[in-house]
């Protein structure tokens, strides 16, 4: 039995909410049994979704949350409610669907406010104490939102919303949407931050390789060159930053996500085997060194979620370096040729110190190795030990690519292992749990964890054309079909929730519904059913090209080849799909 009059989070399984354990404030975590206390006390709902490594989530931690006057007054007129986004993503799009209806843009924290009953009526994402960025302090706002209750707590509605409907595009309309926002100076697709566009280039190297358009090499070439030389890329451990604050990739905000190591370790791969440029093969051999490094799990074989931005409340300490720290770690002469490599300078590029940018797309190991052991020594960004099911799979098929297109064993000896463990650890009783902790595992099932297992499934059974993995493809074939009512994919079925329709945005992974298209297309074929063959319409560029990759696919622009045996990959187009048996009807 929950006391409602303290906080809560201390047993939690969400190191997010575990963060905020100590604030003054009684989080609750979401559950029916909170939901039910409210609707008989009557008290409104502060719905708080975040995740561990989110900065801005930190300093609302440490400001509003931590303000006793504030705390006081959610104690005693709300029923506050913590949520992390990566562990409840039905909860997360449903408020941020009402975030954006009400703002016209979204972001974390997401802060609603609810009736009992837990119908939204109110949203902001970082608030401050104080009067800030032209809005109300936190408690302001609060006391607005209760009176604003009582005065109309009769006529709140219920809010609903629908996935995007992304627009109809041929394949003349698509390529044109990538010139047109194609950012030409620096590479990317943004005249603003630059985030990893990494669905966009898988979708584009795989069309090049079979159209060989030069203007489709430029974009994806000089993109890749950005984000591997400048400053998104963690250059001495070998991992990427999840975003670039500005258009030309210098400064990032620091935060390392599972889900970007994966889907660029995937990027880097084909992108070696199709464009044949060795400093491609390098970053994968430095990516794989990264995940082996800071987020792999040895005790599960599975890897973790992220990692903070901040170093001891500080953005991006552990990574920047004044130019005096260079000298004293490296001798004269290889200063002098990192020098000739890094730009550095005296007064720095982030907060007087030196976010490391490279001149040129090369390595310099040696001297490298030597500066990230040094880094080491420091204090380092906290880790969100989170396992993710979806984001490892992603992870599986990433280790799959760097197998297949630059020849490395020990990437498929990695993918096989990950594989059991997550099929181990994270599938039980038939079906597949969203994410663990330690010894605590999430009950709840989402549409991107099934999909995302069964494509990494149909990529593994390639290498292998074990029976044992065939009959699991058949198993999470049946149980996504469950996920697609009316023709339309819903994301969950939680008891303590509504349903919502799946994600169909393909921005930063994949979305439920990309995945899910993508793995029963593959599906259908590994189990020779039939399967949609025909001109399918792509979706709007940039937004949907996950979407778009499994539509290519679909419109017979990959080639299946039918065999009793594994053909080496490196005699393969990068199009290609293997199937066991003679493409007769199994």
Known sequence: MLQFNKNNLADSSSPYLQQHKNNPIHWQEWSKEILDYAKKENKILFVSVGYATCHWCHVMAAEAFSNNEIADFLNEHFVAIKVDREQRPDIDQYMMAFLIEQQGHGGWPLNVICTPDAKPFLAMTYVSVVQKYGMSGLLDILKHAVAFYEQNKERISAFTFSSHVAEVKDEKELIEAYSFSYNEQSGGFSAAAQFPPHNTLLFLLY??????????????????????????????????YRYCVDSSWLIPHFEKMLYDQALLLWVYSIAYKVLKKEEYKQTVKKLLVCLEETFHDKETGLYYSGHDADTAHQEGVTYLWTKEELQNVLSNDEFVQFCSLYEITDSGNFEGKNHLLKKKFAFMNVVENKLLL????????????????????????????????????????????????????????????????????????????????????????????????????????????????????????????????????????????????????????????????????????????????????????????????????????????????????Q
């Open 207 to 240: 069309y090049y390789e079979k159209n060989k358009n030069q203007k489709i090499k430029t974009m994806v070439e000089k993109t890749l060159d950005a984000m591997a030389t400048r400053g998104l890329h963690d250059h001495l451990q070998g991992g990427f």
């Open 374 to 585: 040094e880094r080491k020594k420091r204090a380092q960004p906290f880790v969100d030990r989170k396992i993710i099911t979806s984001w490892n799979a992603l992870t599986g098929i990433g280790l799959l690519m760097a197998w297949r297109c630059t020849d490395n064993m020990a990437a498929l000896e990695k993918a096989n292992i990950l594989f059991d463990n997550l099929i181990k650890k994270h599938y039980t009783q038939n079906k597949i749990i969203h994410s663990s902790f330690g010894t605590s595992i999430q009950e709840q099932e989402f549409l991107e964890d099934y999909s995302a297992v069964l494509l990494f499934a149909t990529y593994l059974y390639e290498e292998n054309f074990h029976e044992k993995t065939k009959q699991l493809i058949e198993t999470l074939y049946q149980k996504i079909i469950s996920f697609n009512v009316n023709s339309v994919w819903i994301e969950s079925r939680n008891p303590d929730f509504v349903s919502v329709p799946a994600q169909n945005y393909d921005h930063p992974t994949p979305s439920s519904v990309s995945l899910a298209e993508f793995a029963l297309l593959r599906t259908n074929i590994i189990l020779g059913k039939e399967y949609r063959h025909s001109s399918g319409n792509y979706t709007s560029a940039l937004s949907h090209d996950f979407f778009n990759l499994q539509t290519f696919f679909r419109n017979g622009n990959f080639h299946i080849f039918y065999t009793s045996k594994n053909i080496p990959w490196q005699q393969l187009p990068m199009n290609s799909m293997q199937v066991f048996g003679n493409g007769e009807k």
